[in-house]
């Protein structure tokens, strides 16, 4: 792949760009997926009798967390990981920017 936008990935900085980028991504999914596991298991099941003695809307909470609480999580999360993930491109291609300009200048940054 040639042009104006490839990378050359054999470019040890590039590929240390690549690597934290993927660690960063997967740091975020991991977060993420034990928020929703807290909630969807813990509060929805484990956690639901003590919970029960609490209300919300007329409902037990717990009963609101095993039917309602776990799907609105979740569609919070899946916003968080959109914006989170945004701004990690955002900073990942400024990363690969600075490097691709440090290379057109003939240097090592």
């Given at each position: 792949?040639?042009?104006?936008?490839?990378?050359?990935?054999?470019?040890?900085?590039?590929?240390?760009?690549?690597?934290?980028?993927?660690?960063?991504?997967?740091?975020?999914?991991?977060?993420?997926?034990?928020?929703?596991?807290?909630?969807?298991?813990?509060?929805?099941?484990?956690?639901?009798?003590?919970l029960n003695e609490f209300r919300l809307g007329g409902?037990?909470?717990?009963?609101?967390?095993?039917?309602?609480?776990?799907?609105?999580?979740?569609?919070?999360?899946?916003?968080?990981?959109?914006?989170?993930?945004?701004?990690?491109?955002?900073?990942?291609?400024?990363?690969?920017?600075?490097?691709?300009?440090?290379?057109?200048?003939?240097?090592?940054?």
């Amino acid at each position: 792949m040639s042009g104006p936008d490839s990378v050359d990935v054999r470019d040890p900085r590039i590929a240390e760009a690549i690597d934290r980028y993927w660690r960063s991504n997967l740091r975020i999914m991991a977060g993420l997926l034990l928020v929703w596991a807290a909630v969807g298991l813990g509060c929805g099941i484990l956690f639901a009798d003590t919970l029960n003695e609490f209300r919300l809307g007329g409902f037990k909470l717990g009963f609101w967390f095993a039917q309602q609480g776990s799907v609105i999580t979740f569609v919070v999360l899946v916003l968080a990981y959109a914006l989170l993930m945004a701004r990690l491109d955002r900073r990942h291609h400024e990363e690969l920017e600075r490097i691709r300009t440090s290379e057109g200048q003939g240097g090592d940054a």
